[in-house]
């Protein structure tokens, strides 16, 4: 649990840098990240260790989450700065994800 407290408070400060250079829809776009990703490693950390179909299935359903966020960003701000935003706030915690689920 703890692992999971540092993940979102990185988040939460990639979100405040997204913010101080994108403005309101980098925020946006940054808090969906956030959010996509927290819940996309709640869903995969009880089953890192299972068999390789479930660990999959867990592992498919992250991604179908984080593709929803970036939909869902779409759909609520249609600007440049919201996707930069996602996208600046999602890479970063997504290459360290493998450090929070271990």
Do not use: H
């Amino acid at each position: 649990m703890k692992a999971f407290g540092v993940l979102a408070a990185l988040g939460v400060g990639l979100v405040v840098v997204a913010t101080l250079l994108g403005g309101r829809a980098a925020a946006i776009g940054g808090s969906v990240a956030l959010i996509a990703q927290l819940w996309a490693v709640m869903l995969l950390r009880p089953k890192m260790r299972a068999p390789n179909p479930e660990f999959m299935a867990r592992w498919l359903g992250g991604m179908g989450i984080r593709l929803l966020g970036v939909g869902i960003v779409l759909i609520v701000s249609r600007t440049v700065p919201a996707l930069l935003g996602y996208v600046g706030v999602l890479l970063p915690l997504l290459f360290l994800e493998t450090r929070f689920l271990r």
